[in-house]
């Protein structure tokens, strides 16, 4: 990815004020390290109605943990209540939705008008959001749902800039957009590859990602392929807007989403962490703003996926898709986590998170641009017993690192060139 | 004799319309692609009041396609475009998109809206939801199963509009994948995107593109690009023609023969079977067995590649 040193996009400006930097968080702990490196907010699935049936998903007693730990840092908690619904999923509607407003859940992001319009019934203090689910391409669709009394709408990810202006100019509404993480390459909603090929619901959470899976594709019973050629899919390069961090505020983009329930703490960590640093950089003084290589960097060491910008400045192209085999590995790997730092001493105790051992090059990183790199030393157990390895998941190590850290500090290792 | 429900089709052309009206369609969808969605050939309003013209008549009825995802521009002719079509006598406008309900509000109050979402139009309570917003009929997603559709009916005071022939979209991108792969390959695409308007010919026939997955080489299934994006649709045909009572014991108010990527003689002969259908149980409720030459007839022109099935209705799905 080349980098981006002009705003790309040159219509009007609409305001200037900070926007919400919105993070997935798949379980507590991954709501616990997006709000510690940055989030404003972050959303979440509960036991039901949300589309992730396959992610971890929180009880109601994990979401008061969550709203609780995110209250210190000023930030909220949301629940994707975003499935369509069937007939039978309606029961036991108003009890759930009345729990989450019981746990201190700030919003639910809703599809089907009848979980937001229950939710407003039984659950007021609960704000509706409009999820990416209904495809909301227009100002008049929006003016719809803010008619309805929804304070925000997700657009689609088909909108351009143009697009926002247009819909910031007629409709006085909170719009919040995806920014980063895998697409669907459908309108969302408008899919149901996995209803047919593997009758998997996917507006109920069933999707089998059958978008990404590899095509024949014949014409007139003649294929247009040769065997040597890549095969047809419809599988979507991840978007990633960090480069254009100033043409989302400038365009009044009110809330950014990262997508990625399903990924890894590293992830959304990382992720969190450099769209944080940048639009804390460029909302200080916008005029000397600069996009830092490191940001870009560290989204590529968590990124699984090649990346590109949606519909933001055109429609996607050949070059916005993904023929070629996939190779879904990161190039770095989580390591560990701090837990606690003894400044005197130098050491430093961390969790294993995957095998590490002496002699490896390492990085840590934390919120607010702590990064620096080293070679893993001598490491040793709680007890003091010296370790060839940290071979066991979540064993505690000690050991010396180079600068200051503190809990909650990340150490990433390479495991690919 | 029980109330009969409606038999409604698409048209490809006036010359499929008034073919298919001989077959005995009640009523039919048609539109053109900035508005409305997969259609089987291209209406633009003057043709729309030229088909009110042909249809009314004969006490057929006419609903426009406005269920497209709208975008900023089109929003902003859809007042004169409602205006048009409520002046030509259109019978409903069929919406998905919120902005074609504010639009119709004031552009042509009073005027027959049914909500047709595709596949999310999935529960009966959101069926009411846009009842209480102003539409009198819903258009049930075809990944319901029967309990779902029954349950539905029993449930809404709409219309209840349920799809019993031909295929259904399974996916829909805004992004031109035919197109990017053929780039992605050092090819350009020769085919023509737009169909000829009143060509007399289906837009696409199911046949030209399709997409087989390694581990279903048996099932084909059509894909085409058009100034919406790309849709890909069903590998199989539904067919509900030996269980059509079922919906018609419950009163289910319209059922849809998707004439889609079919040729008209195809189309003349479901709707021509689905008719003698209808006509026979509504004649005699009690009395009423299905004759299998129905279906045979249907079977004749069926293209081999191509299962007739159930769709959703006998099936569970998983989440």
């Known amino acids: 990815m080349s980098i981006q ?132 391409l227009n100002w008049q669709a929006v003016q719809f749902w803010k008619e309805e009394g929804l304070p925000r709408v997700v657009l689609a990810r088909e909108t351009s800039f143009e697009d926002i202006a ?38 109920r959470g069933g999707c089998s990602q059958s978008c990404r899976w590899k095509y024949d594709i014949f014409e007139e019973d003649l294929p247009m392929f040769s065997p040597e050629e890549d095969k047809f899919t419809m599988g979507s390069k991840d978007l990633c807007m960090l480069e254009f961090i100033p043409d989302l505020i400038d365009v009044g983009v009110d809330s950014f989403k990262i997508e990625g329930r399903m990924k890894s703490v590293h992830y959304v960590a990382t992720v969190v962490n450099a769209y944080r640093q940048a639009i804390d950089s460029y909302m200080a003084d916008p005029e000397h703003y600069e996009l830092k290589q490191e940001w870009l960097e560290d989204i590529h060491k968590a990124a699984n996926r090649p990346l590109n910008t949606g519909f933001f400045y055109d429609t996607p192209g050949a070059e916005d898709h993904i023929y070629e085999p996939e190779d879904k590995q990161a190039p770095y790997d989580f390591a560990g986590v701090v837990l606690s730092y003894d400044e005197e001493s130098g050491l430093a105790v961390v969790q294993q998170r995957n095998h590490f051992k002496p002699g490896q090059e390492v990085e840590f990183f934390g919120p607010h641009g702590t990064f620096f790199k080293q070679t893993v030393g001598d490491i040793a157990d709680e007890a003091g017993s010296k370790l060839d390895a940290a071979r066991h998941p979540l064993q505690h190590i000690v050991m010396k690192t180079e600068h200051p850290v503190k809990p909650m500090d990340m150490m990433r290792k390479r495991v690919r060139p | 004799m029980t109330t009969k429900p409606e038999l409604l089709t698409s048209a490809a052309s006036l010359e499929e319309m008034e073919r298919l009206i001989e077959a005995g369609a009640d009523a039919f969808v048609i539109g053109e692609s900035r508005y409305g969605l997969r259609l089987a050939g291209e209406f633009d309003a003057a043709m729309i009041a030229e088909a009110v013209k042909l249809a009314h008549p004969r006490g057929v009825r006419i609903y426009a396609a406005l269920n497209n995802l709208m975008d900023n521009v089109t929003v902003g002719t859809l007042p004169d475009y409602i205006r048009s079509l409520h002046d030509a006598g259109v019978d409903a406008l069929v919406f998905g998109d919120p902005a074609v309900l504010m639009a119709a509000r004031s552009a042509a109050p009073g005027m027959a809206l049914h909500w047709n979402a595709e596949m999310t139009s999935t529960n009966y309570e959101t069926a009411n939801y846009w009842g209480r917003r102003g539409a009198v009929r819903v258009v049930l997603a075809r990944e319901l199963n029967m309990d779902q559709v029954l349950e539905a009916k029993a449930h809404t005071s709409l219309a209840v509009q349920v799809q019993v022939h031909g295929l259904t979209n399974i996916y829909h991108s805004k992004r031109p994948l035919v197109h990017s792969y053929l780039e992605h390959q050092n090819e350009s695409d020769t085919k023509p995107q737009k169909a000829e308007s009143n060509s007399g010919q289906p837009r696409y026939r199911e046949n030209e593109r399709y997409l087989i997955e390694v581990e279903r080489p048996d099932e084909q299934f059509p894909i085409y690009e058009d100034d919406n994006g ?74 081999p590649a191509r299962e007739l099935s159930y769709g959703f209705f006998y099936k569970e799905q998983v989440y």
């Open chain 2, 230 to 303: 790309t849709h890909i649709m069903s590998s199989d045909d539904l067919c509900m023609i030996e269980n059509l009572q079922e919906l018609m014991e419950v009163g289910i108010d319209s059922l849809k023969i998707e004439g889609l990527l079919k040729s008209i003689e195809y189309n003349e002969t479901v709707v021509r079977a689905y008719r003698a259908v209808i006509d026979a149980y509504c004649a005699d409720p009690e009395g009423y067995t299905f004759q299998e030459q129905w279906l045979d007839a249907i079977k004749e022109l069926q293209n």
């Open chain 1, 5 to 136: 040193t002009k705003p790309r996009y040159t219509g009007k400006r609409h305001r200037l004020s900070k926007p919400e930097l919105l993070a997935p968080a798949g379980n507590l702990e991954k709501l616990k390290f997006a709000v510690h490196y940055g989030a404003d907010a972050v959303y979440i699935g509960g036991q039901k109605y949300g589309l992730r049936s396959n992610a971890d998903n929180f009880s109601f007693a994990e979401m008061k943990e969550g709203v609780e730990f995110a209250s210190r840092y000023g930030a909220k908690v949301f629940v994707a209540t975003n499935i369509y619904a069937h007939n039978e999923d309606i029961a036991g509607l108003e009890d759930y939705l009345r729990a989450l407003e019981e746990a201190g859940i700030a919003a639910i992001i809703a599809a089907d008008p009848i979980i937001i319009e229950t939710a407003q019934r039984v659950a007021p203090k609960l704000e509706v959001h409009l999820s990416t689910q209904q495809s909301t």
């Open chain 1, 166 to 203: 247009a819909i910031k100019a007629n409709v006085d509404i909170e719009i919040e957009a995806f920014i980063h993480g895998a697409m669907c390459s459908s309108f969302s909603g408008r899919c149901v590859l996995s209803n047919h090929f593997t009758d998997r619901d996917s507006n």
